[in-house]
């Protein structure tokens, strides 16, 4: 099957390709250069002047796993608002803040995404995400497993035990779990807070380990650079939404030496204790740093008005953040030896103060951040807000004046103590193809999505180019998932399943030994049951997996 | 891939039949026939040796192929105006397969056990709750309070595994746990036996557990209490028990919604949760819950990964919509709301409806009880037996794959509720 989309403006950074008129041919899923005159094109789909890009990527997104189901469990009046039903060719379901797997299938792919990953898998549940992330169709996927909260590595870490041994247990976590990279939730604090410790900051310790966040992070960084895990060390750092934290955050960038790592929502990390409610911005400094320290990359966890639901590993910030669940209920959790969870119900208020500074403090730092290489566009769905609202982000980043129209409409006080007035920066479609496509693959190690070149994955995302970039971005005139037509103007019109991306790094197999002995003695099941066998995936899923090679 | 499963000796073989879903047995499989060897409890041992007799799809008495019982059922699916999926008895394919059959047919979707699992969910999705698990409880706790459950009687190895473990990571004197029973009729012997600290046992009306909690919760936040006594639980004895509460570093209340059966038993299940909440504003205290037995918590998960809602859900309008108490099983067949029904148990739940007199389609393992003649009965494998599988554990965080240990003439929930809903296209 040969393609032909002819004549639409190709926007590729990671080909250098910025808003060329271009012809893109596709074979049998593939991305190819032109073929031979007289070859016989099947189809050909004349998009002379659109805008065309990769498949875009969001690279942390809360779709998988037990924190999920247990928001979608605990809300079933937001579902209510948004129920979606069946049609010819699709499941029906519901939306809105913690939507059904299908669902956000579905929504994705009709908004031109066509990778979505998982940040938080929790090993002992790995095997549940993988379930829910096999029930999300059309976009592939993939999820970051936790690491630095568990037991077996704070004991490893207070014993002392040498580098290439945590090293060899972060590669086995990584293939038992079927993972694609390591993230880390306010390190040693989850852990902390089962031996009621309320308060974790970078250079404090674990009360019962005696090990440190600093410690932890640096070996875990180590670890996922010397195991040639393409993704740095994903980190949710100490305090989060602690006022004051920017200092914090900084320390963090510091204490990593040079070690690529990622700092994921930063927004929430980045609070200054300045001015009369003793809470200010902190976008400035971070966004400083976040230039000056190419080693460092990051996602904004964009917060956007309206009802939420905050589901996050980090039992000990998120326990104090139940004070201000909205609806009155929340779920803590420990869990396993492993972590724990904490999902908190939320509303954004615009004429809150505080709301309306962190809204204005993830755009600080959208705007501040120089190389949108290392910058990626998230809302940390749904924390800060669901991921449908993303085309109203964009335009958020590219129309200065709407930008402006939206910054007189909040909290008075907070607007006047923000720069974001003053800031006149706007995206370009070269940028956001970058931030939101290009950018995301490369960091993953995802060497053929994200991009348009000869041999890539024909995941292709075709847009009509609109003054109103929130219309734009909402509804694309098509989406190709591996060379097929899956949504057209803005709906689903074929269903595929979307592959898993793993990793599988190598280690010493001789740490199953211990391994083996820790589970018989202190888990709650087999080390031989606790590992996801790729049949799993592959026949109980329905779905494939795409083996991605280590550096 | 395959393997041979004759005459094979299977080891850490995880066992369905409760859902603390134990995964250490040791399993013969001579010539066809299974044989526990070990770490098998009473339950295992009957459901896994039991020998599933050789029966073929029946309409009414008779005999048929599976295409034609396949065919008929949706047939009926077809003509019926509000039909029920229930009983729910089967791994996550089993769950997902119901699901889209369920919407195939603008049916109804309820789980067997979901009056127990309501108790829990009432709770959960109105004032939330803090919780743990198994290996939590195993390592950390300190004080363990069983509400209305003994654990022991319906999850024989509860305390062997979680309470009175060989090791544990932090609280390693597992003899200085504190054992504390409230309810009605409970089995206190394993902590009797265990020879460390002698329990606490405070017996009450299992319906008087969530005055003795409450009363707790009071007297933990300084008010003062009026009462002397709850049945005859004194207030003394109270304030003791809440003192030692207030004083463990990691306390654990256990319950089982099951066995809480009395009329507003989530009232109790709130005041529980609520006593836990509170602690938790100076010291650690989790919930921990007992459940979800015969694919309940599947069931309850997968449901609410496709729909949104846990169970309970009706797609009759096209789009999932959720009523806990419209769309209660139990309660649809009582009060005789619908024309068709769909039950399915491949564990070993027993089916017992008193007088459908509604066209029935029922897929059971063949050794379980039917007690009523259904107008099409298809014979399934059971998951962990006769084929693999996914189950989630009590606890709703861990899963296990089920394995393969025996072959089966019959086909797997799935495959068959996939045959019918092949049936409309």
Known sequence: MLIKLSGGIVYDPANGINGKRQDIYVRDGRIIDKPVAGSKIDKTYNIAGKVVMAGAIDIHTHIGGGKVNIARIMLPEDHRHDSVRKTSITRSGCGHAAPSTLTTGYRYTEMGYTACFEPAMLPINARQAHMEMADTPIVDKGAYVLLGNDDYFLRMLAGRKDQAAISDYVAWTIQASQALGIKVVNPGGISAFKFNQRKLDLDETNVYYNVTPREILKSLAKAVHDLGVP?????????????????????????????????THIQFHSYGTEGDRNFSSGAAQIAEAVNKNKNISI?????????????????????????????????????????????????????????????????????????????????????????????????????????????????????????????????????????????????????????????????????????????????????????????????????????????RPEYDKGIEKSLNTYFDRYMSIKLENFKLQDDEIIELGSGDIIIQPCN | MTIDTESRRHLNVPCPFCNLLCDDLVIENRKGKLKVSQHGCHLAKKQFEQEQPGVTPRIGKKDCTLEDATRAAAKILKRSKQALIGGLGTDVNGARAALQLTEKASAIIDHMHSDAAFRNLDVMQNHGWVMTTMAEIKNRADLIIFAGTDANTNYPRFFERVIYPNDSLVNANKKNRQIVYIGENLNIAPAKKAGGKQPINLECRQDKIGEVTSTIHAIAAGQEIVKHAIGSITLAQLKELTELIQQAKYGVIVWAPGELNFPYAELTVQSISELVKYLNRTTRFSGFTLGGNEGGMTANQVTAWQSGYPSRVSFAKGYPEYDPYRFSAWQLLRNKEIDALLWISSFSAPIEIARPRIPTIVLAAPSIRINFTPDIFIPVSTPGINHVGQIIRTDSVVSLKLRKIQESQHPSVSEVLNQITNQYR
């Open chain 1, 231 to 263: 993704h740095p060390l994903h980190v949710h750092g100490c305090n989060l939404g602690v006022p004051g934290n920017l200092r914090t955050t900084l320390d963090t960038i510091k204490s990593i030496e040079g070690l690529p790592m990622h700092l």
């Open chain 1, 299 to 503: 996602d904004v966890g964009q917060i956007l008005f309206g009802q939420t639901v905050t589901a996050s590993g980090d039992t000990m910030r998120q326990y104090d953040g139940h004070w201000h669940a909205h609806p009155k209920k929340w779920v803590m959790m420990d869990i396993e030896c492993d972590a724990g969870c904490g999902v908190v119900p939320f509303q954004y208020q615009d004429k809150s103060f505080v709301n309306a500074l962190q809204w204005a403090i993830g755009l600080e730092l959208f705007l501040l951040v120089d190389d949108p290489w290392r910058i990626f566009l998230t809302t940390d769905h749904p924390n800060g807000a669901p991921f449908t609202t993303y085309p109203h982000l964009i335009r958020l980043l590219m129309d200065r004046s709407f930008r402006n129209d939206m910054l007189s409409t909040v909290n008075k006080a907070a607007a006047k103590s923000s720069i974001l007035a003053s800031l006149d920066r706007e995206y370009s479609l070269y940028e956001i193809a970058i931030m939101t496509r290009a950018a995301p693959a490369r960091s993953l190690g995802l060497r053929d999505r994200g991009h348009l070149g000869s041999g890539a994955a024909a995941d292709i995302t075709v847009y009509t180019e609109h003054k109103n970039k929130e219309r734009m971005f909402a509804k694309p005139d098509y989406v190709f998932k591996d060379g097929e037509l899956v949504a057209k103007s803005g709906k689903v019109v074929k269903i595929t399943k979307g592959s898993t991306h793993t990793l």
